[in-house]
């Protein structure tokens, strides 16, 4: 027995003998005892109600990580689909707007088309029109002619004849002979011309 220096009468009984070699690693039996029931009740405990509740919190955190990768895919795959739904409208759109301006060029050029017609049409009845008023006017004026130049023929060859001409079929030849002598000179007059 041995006192310890500072202690005041207390003796300390050294009854082992200080470890050497492997031992000084290996701690002794009741520590190894004590230290595997308290590891034991930590792993229990850890194992009961710790681990549970981390797996139940990784299971839903996996569970969300799955859920919005799903999301996130369905959004990507519908996103794609509309998109590829767009091009085809769009293509669709522009094929429509094509074959409408075609349209619209075909009907445009058919109603020209149709007015030239009309107008030709138009054109060509006013002209006819035109040339049967002229037609009219020129027989009217002839026949307005004729009458005037008969009455002036016929009194001009009564002073002239000193006869009365006042039969009308001697009147009616008479100016009938002298708008055919006329007619005759200028024929004769246009050929000389031309």
Known sequence: MAALPGA?????????????GIDLFLPAGYDLLWSSVTILII???FYKFVLPSMNKVLDE??????????????AQKQADEALAQQQQLLAEARAD????????????TAIIKDLKV?????????????????????QAASVSLRAEVGALATGLASKIVGE???????????????????????TVASNKEA
């Open 8 to 20: 005041a009468g207390v003796v300390v009984a050294q009854t082992e003998e200080e470890p050497a």
């Open 43 to 45: 792993a229990v405990v």
């Open 61 to 74: 955190r996996s569970a969300l990580i799955e859920g919005g990768i799903e999301k996130a895919e369905a």
């Open 97 to 108: 707007a094509a074959q409408v301006r075609e349209e619209a060029r075909a009907e445009g």
């Open 118 to 138: 009309k107008a030709s049409e138009e054109a060509e009845r006013v002209t006819e029109t035109a040339r049967r008023q002229i037609e009219a006017d020129r």
């Open 164 to 186: 009365s001409l006042e039969d009308s079929a001697r009147q009616s030849r008479v100016v009938d002979r002298f708008l055919d002598e006329l007619e005759a000179s200028q």
